[in-house]
């Protein structure tokens, strides 16, 4: 089965320099990557996601990027906000017209220091 | 739509007693998810259902668990007899199929203590 290695596991920036979060993924079949955010005693929310059709996708302040060759992906936030301070999770599923589960990485605790 | 909605939100027991979680699925959604949450584990999935369907349950940890889904509207995790170590946030989430990868949505969660 997929397995998805997600690092650092804690991450302390400076308000408003960037973060940068990277996950790997053993299934050469998944093709879909999305990115969680979890607030303090709150549900995940979805807050991106990649195809494995492209390589780069950006919302804002946030980027993903893909590498399929190399199996990983990555999470960028840039202008770091305090409302940024969360636990991030990335996930990597193998979808074709049908869902099939979400592995999640292990989570990324983001500290955004004022 | 008022999203997923989980029933109990908390919930305390003690050893060796039944406890059923329950899930509502955002209306037209046809793949529902049962993911636990600890500390030491992140997220795991448990099972996942699509149209009604269990299609794996390779994550439901032993035999004291089970899950069911009667209808498109309603899912059930079920342990029987509860132990200390079960003591998590349990999380159900749901999607509707659109092709190649479909946001998941997520309750609110059970935190379920075990004492």
């Known amino acids: 089965g997929e397995n998805v290695e997600q690092h650092p596991s804690t991450l302390s920036v400076q308000e408003g320099d960037s973060a940068v979060i990277k996950c790997t993924y053993s299934?050469?079949?998944?093709?879909?990557f999305p990115w969680y955010k979890q607030e303090l005693g709150k549900r995940p929310q979805l807050i991106i996601d990649?195809?494995?059709?492209?390589g780069e996708k950006k919302d804002q302040r946030i980027a993903v990027t893909l590498n399929k060759t190399a199996k990983h992906f990555s999470l960028h936030i840039t202008e770091t906000q305090p409302e940024d301070s969360a636990v991030y999770f990335c996930a990597a599923s193998r979808t074709n017209f049908g869902n099939e589960k979400l592995t999640f990485g292990t989570g990324t605790r983001l500290t955004i220091i004022p | 739509d008022a999203g997923v909605i989980q029933s109990p939100r908390h919930e305390v027991t003690e050893m060796g007693q039944e406890v059923t979680l329950r899930c509502k699925p955002i209306s037209g959604h046809n793949s529902l998810f049962w993911y636990r949450q600890t500390m030491m584990r992140g997220l795991e999935l448990l099972i996942y259902f699509n149209n009604n369907v269990p299609i794996d349950d390779s994550g439901m940890p032993e035999d004291r668990f089970s899950a069911k889904m009667p209808n498109a509207s309603f899912s059930t995790l079920k342990i029987q007899p509860s132990e200390p170590r079960d003591s998590a946030v349990y999380f159900c989430a749901s999607s509707s199929i659109q092709g190649i990868g479909t946001e998941a949505f997520f309750g609110q969660g059970t935190r379920l203590t075990v004492v």
């Open positions: 990649i195809r494995s059709n492209v």
């Open positions: 299934d050469s079949a998944s093709n879909y």
